[in-house]
T-cell receptor
Framework: KAGVTQTPRYLIKTRGQQVTLSCSPI?????VSWYQQTPGQGLQFLFE???????NKGNFPGRFSGRQFSNSRSEMNVSTLELGDSALYLC?????????????????FGAGSRLTVL | QKEVEQNSGPLSVPEGAIASLNCTYS??????FFWYRQYSGKSPELIMS????GDKEDGRFTAQLNKASQYVSLLIRDSQPSDSATYLC???????????FGTGTKLQVIP
């Protein structure tokens, strides 16, 4: 069974540019969450999508956006890149995001996309 | 106050010893609790989940949950050098809430 696939794995951008990261969840997983990981802040929640709807959003500026397609694949975009956006961006999928299944929100992470902003 | 707090470590234990990792959380409505292991340069992987008070054992790993004290712990018995990693505690409040992670505890198992 294929895991969570993230592309690209590594990328280098300069300040002011924009970037789009892609995530393909495990087959059958409808929820996709995005996290930013930096040495100082740990894993910070960006947003979560379920059935093409953003259900939750973290405390990040509007430069960070995302979407989910009908096949559950998700993309996130960061516009007007800043040096502080350098981080590992992790996508995680889960089987179901359902208020009645509290234990079902077990996240499986992809390998991550490491973004360096120069 | 952070939602999920962990001691950043490093926690150093000799090979074969018991490693004890601790985590506290701030919101009493939290329902599900997870421990993830993250090797350097890799992504987090789930090692334990626990949903009710008490202990849950899986091989050399035991997760302990005390909701009254808002405390979760992970015990690793017979620690091996391959257990050297950062251990992330994660908490889920249920519903449409996000999974919140602590900043992790770095464990070093000394041969």
């Amino acid at each position: 069974k294929a895991g969570v696939t993230q592309t690209p794995r590594y990328l280098i951008k300069t300040r002011g540019q924009q970037v789009t990261l892609s995530c393909s969840p495990i087959s059958g997983h409808r929820s996709v969450s995005w996290y930013q990981q930096t040495p100082g802040q740990g894993l910070q929640f960006l947003f979560e999508y379920f059935s093409e709807t953003q259900r939750n959003k973290g405390n990040f500026p509007g430069r960070f956006s995302g979407r989910q397609f009908s096949n559950s694949r998700s993309e996130m975009n960061v516009s007007t890149l800043e040096l502080g956006d350098s981080a590992l961006y992790l996508c995680a999928s889960s089987l179901v995001w359902d208020p009645g299944h509290s234990g079902a929100n077990v996240l499986t992470f992809g390998a991550g996309s490491r973004l360096t902003v120069l | 106050q952070k939602e999920v707090e962990q001691n950043s470590g490093p926690l150093s234990v000799p090979e074969g010893a018991i490693a004890s990792l601790n985590c506290t959380y701030s919101d009493r409505v939290s329902q599900s609790f997870f421990w993830y292991r993250q090797y350097s340069g890799k992504s987090p992987e789930l090692i334990m989940s626990i949903y009710s008070n008490g202990d849950k054992e899986d091989g050399r790993f035991t997760a302990q949950l005390n909701k009254a004290s808002q405390y979760v712990s992970l015990l690793i018995r017979d620690s091996q050098p391959s257990d050297s990693a950062t251990y992330l505690c994660a908490v889920f409040k249920g519903g449409y809430q996000k999974v919140t992670f602590g900043t992790g505890t770095k464990l070093q198992v000394i041969p």
